[in-house]
């Protein structure tokens, strides 16, 4: 018998506003499944219904229609004892500005009724973890932008949960910060915590999740491994050209029939092929004189954009 | 994912119920905040001491005894000591409405507190249950300060002043659980112009500063039904040394009061936090 998953949505749908003139459907019946140990990914492009799916997992906002199961218990009635075995990372931060770094660890494991001294052991643990030992009596008030983001997903920890939801991460931090996290990430992912997370980042949901699902609309439009994606949606590689309007206006026609598959960006065009390096070749040879050209390997966001026809960070 | 296939999976039905720190947390988080804002609290106390002063003993200097209590002469009741107990029965009523309006906004619609806090097992019913337990207990201490001043100016009769205190949790309770419901329905902070509308008056025509009997009957029945009014009743007798079963009037009035203002935040709070 196949394990189980961990959390399974059937038709699962998010509605808001009065019923009738001001209602919005925000989620429109998806499906899917997390299996344990994985590392799962919403993607998806602004308002697609990202935080929607994660806010309904998280069981802080209600299902509107459908089934969601998370670890064997239905999300509208078993609420409180699903939040139990949660760790919740909201696209905003919400840490508690009123207390310090130590004490919002320490009133949230009170929370989750953890004893006096199991949550000071916790939050010791905990800012270690998150690098955030020498700042554990300031303020939050003084914490940068990053120090803020490691301090919320710190805190989803203190409960040790099976299930980490973190809604888009690494949004507005600095490389240097985001890699420090998907590695805080990836030992988590060893210790067996399964994660469901969304991004933006193509990159990032190429180095984190084991499977993805592709969101538009509040539609789920692909769903399957990064690299399963990429070859069923696009080609091994692409080469993007730079070209002045006169040229644009001049080649591009010829360009586009040197390729299956083109698309025509704000600043540039892809010419999608399974040989990069022939292709660019080729497009020397009409007499577009590109102001820059390179080959590579197609990404998740080729992927998107076959799919949706829009780029994904607009 | 064949790594997944040889783990049991994890399902809640084998683990104890769901724990959650419930209202005991609530009340612990704003201890933590307390810890390092006392002095807040002592400024609480700070105001109705300057009224007590100013009217009470200034005004009582030309007043003398109150007219309409017990006579004059030995056994009347002196101007100081008939405010007095008004200005406590206040100091338990702000110090808990300020509390679950003030305080409860910023972290309603602002700080977005209660967000992360329903996203751990704890319910809303947990948290509106936590924050009028801290907001009456808050408005006790408050009460508790103010009554040290008064027994140091010498204004305490009688031993039977000390029910103030399990009345001032009373209070608290009640006017607590009135913040709550009103914090549903402020939408900006210019509302709370219209909570000064209506407490202003209160505080000045609830008999804090002058008896009953003043007013024309028409207007003693309105009096009567304002929850101040009935908050001073239920401190000033005991105060005053006047205990007996006309005391459960005011106690009932605001048990049934507080209940029925909570029950009704609670269904409002439910509605602004689960969206
Ligand atoms: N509380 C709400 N009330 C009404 N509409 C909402 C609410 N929350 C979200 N929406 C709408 O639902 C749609 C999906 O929003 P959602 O936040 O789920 O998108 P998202 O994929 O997380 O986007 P982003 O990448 O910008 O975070 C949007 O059109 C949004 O305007
Ligand atoms: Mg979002």
Known sequence: ??????????????????????????????????????????????????????????????????????????????GPAIRARLGVVPQDDTVDTELTVRENLLIYGRYFGLSKVEVRRRAAELLEFARLTEKADESVGALSGGMRRRLTIARALVNSPDIVLLDEPTTGLDPQARHLLWERLFQLKREGVTLLLTTHYMDEAEQLCDRLVVMDSGRIVAEGAPAELIS???????????????????????????????????????????????????????????ITALVRRSTLEDVFLTLTGRSLVD | ??????????????????????????????????????????????????????????????????????????????????????????????????????????????????????????????????????????????????????????????????????????????????????????????????????????FLFATTFYPLGVYPRPVQLLVECLPLYQSIELLRQPFLGQVGPALLVPAAYLLVFGTASLAVALRRLETTLRG
């Not at chain 1, 018998?1 to 429109?28: C, I």
């Not at chain 1, 509107?64 to 218990?73: A, E, F, H, K, P």
């Not at chain 2, 084998?14 to 009340?27: E, L, N, Q, Y």
Request: charged share 20%.
């Open chain 2, 1 to 202: 994912m064949t790594a997944a296939v040889d783990l049991p999976t994890p399902t809640l039905s084998g683990r104890p119920p769901a724990r959650s720190g419930g209202a005991r947390a609530m009340v612990l988080r704003n201890v933590m905040i307390y810890r390092h804002t006392w002095p807040l609290l002592a400024a609480e106390v700070f105001e109705p001491v300057l009224y007590l002063v100013s009217f009470g003993i200034g005004i009582g200097a030309l007043v003398g005894h109150v007219p309409g209590t017990a006579g004059t002469g030995e056994g009347a009741v002196r101007y100081p000591q008939f405010v007095a107990p008004a200005l406590l029965a206040t100091a338990a009523m702000n110090g808990a409405m300020n509390e679950t309006t003030f305080n409860m906004f910023g972290k309603l619609r602002t700080d977005r507190t209660y967000e992360s806090i329903l996203t751990t097992p704890m319910t809303v019913w947990d948290v509106a249950l936590g924050e009028t337990c801290w907001a009456l207990l808050r408005g006790a201490l408050v009460t508790a300060g103010f009554l040290l001043v008064v027994l140091a100016l010498g204004l305490v009769g009688s031993a039977w002043a000390l029910l103030v205190l399990p009345s001032a949790l009373l209070i608290g309770f009640a006017f607590a659980s009135l913040g709550l419901l009103v914090v549903t329905l402020l939408r900006n902070w210019q509302d709370f112009q219209l909570i000064q509308l209506v407490m202003l008056p209160m």
């Open chain 1, 1 to 78: 018998m196949p394990p189980q998953p961990l959390v399974t949505a059937r038709r699962l749908r998010k509605v808001y506003g009065k019923p009738g003139a001001r209602e919005f459907t925000a989620v429109d019946g998806i499906d899917f499944e997390v299996r344990r140990g994985e590392a799962f990914g919403l993607l998806g492009a602004n308002g697609a219904g990202k935080s929607s799916t994660m806010r309904m997992i998280a069981c802080v906002s209600p299902v509107s229609g459908g089934d969601l199961t998370i670890l064997g218990r239905d999300a509208a009635t078993d």
């Open chain 1, 232 to 290: 069923r949606y696009t080609t091994r590689e692409v080469v993007e050209l730079r070209l002045t309007d006169g040229d644009r206006a001049t080649y591009g026609d010829e360009l586009r029939s040197l390729v299956a598959r083109f698309e025509d960006l704000a600043d540039r065009l892809l010419l999608y092929t399974d040989d990069g390096e022939d292709v660019l070749s080729r497009a020397h040879a009409t007499g577009a004189r590109p």
